[in-house]
Every structure is written in structure tokens, then in C-alpha cells.
């Protein structure tokens, strides 16, 4: 299903009629470990590149039921409170690439696409957290 989900973010990245990508490319990585803090890793589930933007992550899930019935989303958003926010914020926090897609695929054309961009505060806070012993 993941594979299939890649392949559909990529077409629609392709075809995206606001903002065509040009040669998209979503690429598999491995684990970051944070500089300061190497406890701390993130795994990604890709790097995502093409012609004419900076590079940015991607988290791609494939639930089973429908998008209508994900208590993660509100008003087709990500919800703050989750761990999948938290997951997504740490990803940005140790790669350094400020800038992630979230990505649900259901099937052909259910889908949602969203964007979301570094949240310093929450990181400065989840950072402070895990330093707490
Ligand atoms: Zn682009």
C-alpha cells in the first residue's frame, strides 16, 4: 500500500494545478540522530525533491477506514494534539528540514495533502521535555 501511496503523491505533486513540480522525486532515507541530543532519531518515511523547490519531508499513512473517520483530522487538518503532529514536528526538529508534507492516501482519489511548516515553540517545548531527567 505505501508504495502505492508514493506513487500517488507523486502524481499528484506532479499535476498539482496550483503548484507543478517539475521531476518529482520522493526518496527513501534512513534514520537521523539529532547533533546534540542522540537519543533522539527520526526515521521519515522520505525526502521529497524536484527542479524547483528545497527539499522537504514527508509522512505518508495508509489508515484503513475512511478519511471522514480519522479522529487525527479536524476541518482537514492535522490536530496539534497528536502523536502524529509531535512525530512530524521531531522529524523537522532533527533533519533540519523545516518543512513537511503529511500525507493520508485511502485509496485512488481519497487522499489528503497538507503542508506543514516548523513549529519552534512546540519543538523548543518537546525539546525541553526530553531533556528533563
Ligand atoms: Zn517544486
Known amino acids: 500500500m505505501e508504495s502505492e501511496a508514493r506513487l500517488a503523491l507523486q502524481e499528484y505533486l506532479s499535476l498539482n494545478r ?9 526518496e527513501e532515507y534512513g534514520i537521523y540522530i539529532d547533533k ?13 525533491t524536484c527542479d524547483c523547490c528545497e527539499v522537504r519531508l514527508v509522512e505518508i499513512k495508509c489508515p484503513r477506514i475512511d478519511l471522514s473517520r480519522l479522529s ?30 503529511f500525507y493520508i492516501y485511502y485509496g485512488a482519489g481519497k487522499e489528503h ?11 523548543k517545548d ?8
Open 18 to 26: 496550483n503548484e507543478p513540480h517539475v521531476n518529482v522525486r520522493i
Open 72 to 101: 487525527y483530522l479536524k476541518d482537514e487538518k492535522l490536530k496539534h494534539k497528536t502523536s502524529y503532529y509531535g512525530q512530524i514536528q521531531g522529524q523537522m526538529m532533527v533533519t533540519g528540514i523545516h518543512k513537511s508534507y
Open 36 to 48: 546534540e541530543l542522540q537519543f533522539l532519531g527520526a526515521s521519515p518515511d522520505g525526502l521529497v
Open 113 to 123: 495533502f497538507e503542508i506543514l511548516e516548523y513549529d519552534e515553540t512546540f519543538c
Open 126 to 133: 518537546m525539546r525541553a521535555n526530553l531533556t528533563k531527567f
